[in-house]
């Protein structure tokens, strides 16, 4: 399928396809996070590719980064409404990794984020 840019799934495509993308919205969907959290929770992601993952998403109005003015520096991100709105498509892969893949979360309990974003 040819990319094409008014078409609103290869829109999406585009920004939710990237590796990764998809894990750091799930991860910030339960709030803010710092980077180095981020880093821990995303086995096998270098340093450099979880920046780069972070301004892309910046940069798309998906993630919103918090920088404090403490010794040390602290930064955290969180997801923009933008970035909410994406939580429904991970649910739906939630829904279908377990159905037909029979994929489970490992070590930890699902996730409510349809609790989180009513909060």
Known sequence: MPNDPSCPVCRTADIVCGKWTLLLVRDLAEGFSRFCELERSLAGISPRTLSLRLRALEEEGIVERQTFAE????????????????????????????RWLGAECAAEPALDTAAIVAA
């Open 71 to 98: 010794v040390p520096p602290r930064v955290e991100y969180s997801l923009t409404a933008k970035g909410e709105a994406l939580i429904p498509i991970i649910d739906g892969m939630r829904d279908y990794g377990e």
